[in-house]
C-alpha cells in the first residue's frame, strides 16, 4: 500500500489567473484497505503519517484562503447591497408623487385618514417632509379615544392625549369615552370640553354619566352626540324613578345617535336636525318624535314591542307628529328577534307622522300594511326620490301599487334577502312584480324617473327580464321611437342570493356589454362578486 499525491494549482480568478496550491492525494490504496481489513506495514504506516501531515497543512491553508475569499465575497455582498439602496434611493428621489405640493398632499392624508380615534398618521413615517406635513395637518390629530382596556392611567398615556389635542391646534375634536376611563385621561380632555365637535359615549353602567358631570360642563362647539349602550345598564337608584341625564350647556347640538334607554335621557330635542335611535319600543320612539319637531333625518331602528293599549273605552285620538322638516325617514323592525304583529309596528309611525312635501327618502325594513303606505305618501303628498323596501312580505300587486304613486322616484332598492333572517317572512321578487318595471310604449310607465336600481333577492325570475328592464331603461328607444317619456337609467346593483344565487353566462355577458357602454353595473352572486370589466 502506497500512498501518494501530487502538487496541483485551482484557478480563483481569471482576470489575473491567480491559482491556488495545494496537493491531490491518490485515495485509491486507503479505500482498498479499508475494504479488505489489512494492516499496512512498518514502512506503509511512515507513508500514511506523512501524508496525515501533509493533509492537516493543506487544511490549514485551504481554511485561510476560504476565509480570504470569504471576506471579498462579504464586502461584494455590502456593496451590492449598498447599490441596490442607492437605486432606490435614485427612483424614489424621482418618483412623480414628489412633485405634488404639500398641499395636494395633505388633501391625500386627510383622504385616506379613517377617522380612527387615537391611529398615529403612519405617513408621518415614511420621510422627514411627509412627517412635517401630518403634524402640521391638524385633522388627522383631532380624533381622541380613552377608556376601557386600552389605556391606563399612566404618564405616557396622558402624554400621547395631551400631543393628540396640541397638535389638532384648534379644530373641534372627536373624542370618544368608554368605561373604564382613567380620571388622569379624563381630566386631560375635560380641560378642552369648550372644542368637543363630536363625543361619543359608551357605558355599562349608568355611574359612568353620573361621573361625568355632563350636566355641569359646557359644551359651545359639540354637534353630534353618539350614545352606546355596552350593556343592559343597571340602574342604582332601585326603587325610585331612574335617573335622567342632561346636556343643557350643548347650545349647537344637532346630531344624536342613542342607543340606549330613553328614559334616561332628556336631550334638548328640538334642536336637532338628525337623530338615529335603536329602540324595540315603538312607544319610545313616538314619544322622541313629539319632542323633535325639527327633525331633516330620522331612523328608528329594531323595532320590537308595540305600545300597551289604552284601557279607557273612549281613548282620545293620537296626536299627530309634525316633522315639517323632514326629508329622510327611515323605520326599521329588528328582524333578530321574533315578531308578533309585525304589520303593527310601523303602523303608528305612518298613521301619525306628518311631513308634508318635504319628505324625498324613505326606508322601511321590515312587514306593514300597504295601505298605510299608500295613505302616508298621499297625505304628505310625498314627493320621494328615494325609496328602500327591506326584508318583509308584501305582495307584488301591493308593491306595484306603491310604487305607481311616486313617479318622481330616482333611486329604487328592493331587498329581499333572505339570507338575512327567517324571523319575518320575507318577500319573493318575482316576473310580475319586474315585468312592470319595463317600460312599454302603450302602457303608463312605472318610475319614469328611475336613475338607479338595486336589487337583493334570491333568482325566482327568468333571467330575460332582468335584461329587457335594462334594455328598456338605458337603449332609450322607447323614448326615440315612442316619445315615452322616461329617464335614463344610469346605476344597477345585483345581488342574487338563497337558492338561486348565479345568472346564466350569456346574461353575465350581456351586462359586461352594458357596463361597457357606460352603464354603471355591479354583480354579487352568493358571495363573490363578479368581474363585469370587458376581458378585451
Known sequence: MQVSCEDARTSLCYHCDYRFKHSVFNT???????????????????DVQRALTLVEWNLKNMELEISR?????????AHKMELERFQRHCASAMAPIRKLPPELLRLIFMACFDNKPDVIPVAGQVCRHWRDICVETPELWSQVSVGRTRFGDHEKYRALAALFLERSGTRPLGVTIREPVATGLLNVLVEQAQRWG???????????YSSLSLDETEFPNLEKLEIVALSPLMQT????????????????????????????????????THFQYDTPSVQDGLDVLEKCSGLLSCSLDRLLTLPLEDSRSDPPPPRPLRLRHLTKLRLAIDTSGVVSNAQSLIRPFLTRIHAPRNL???????QYFPEDLLDFLARNDCRLEHLVLGTGYLKDESI?????????????????????TRRIQNRVITDKLLTRLIVYPESDTVLPSLERFTLRTALNFD??????????????????????????????????????????????????????????????????WVNLESSS
Open 28 to 46: 485509491d490504496p486507503i479505500t482498498s484497505a479499508l475494504r479488505s481489513n489489512y494492516y499496512p506495514t512498518p514502512a506503509e504506516t511512515e
Open 69 to 77: 475569499i470569504r471576506s471579498i465575497f462579504d464586502a461584494l455582498l
Open 198 to 208: 363630536s363625543l361619543k359615549l359608551a357605558a355599562t353602567h349608568s355611574t359612568f
Open 237 to 272: 337608584n332601585l326603587g325610585g324613578p331612574p335617573k335622567k341625564f342632561t346636556l343643557p350647556g350643548a347650545p349647537n347640538l344637532r346630531r344624536v345617535i342613542l342607543k340606549d334607554a330613553l328614559v334616561q335621557w332628556e336631550l334638548p330635542w328640538r334642536q336637532l
Open 360 to 366: 324625498t327618502s324613505l326606508e322601511l325594513i321590515g
Open 400 to 420: 306595484i301599487q306603491v310604487l305607481e304613486a311616486l313617479p318622481l322616484l330616482r333611486s329604487l332598492e328592493l331587498d329581499a334577502d333572505i339570507g338575512t
Open 463 to 528: 333571467d330575460q327580464v332582468l335584461l329587457d328592464i335594462i334594455a328598456s331603461r338605458w337603449e332609450m328607444w322607447a323614448v326615440e321611437v315612442y316619445g315615452v317619456p322616461v329617464a335614463q337609467i344610469g346605476e344597477i346593483n345585483l345581488h342574487f342570493c338563497g337558492r338561486r344565487e348565479h345568472l346564466q353566462s350569456d346574461t353575465i355577458e350581456q351586462l359586461r356589454e352594458y357596463r361597457e357602454d357606460g352603464l354603471q353595473i355591479t354583480l354579487r352572486q352568493g358571495i363573490d
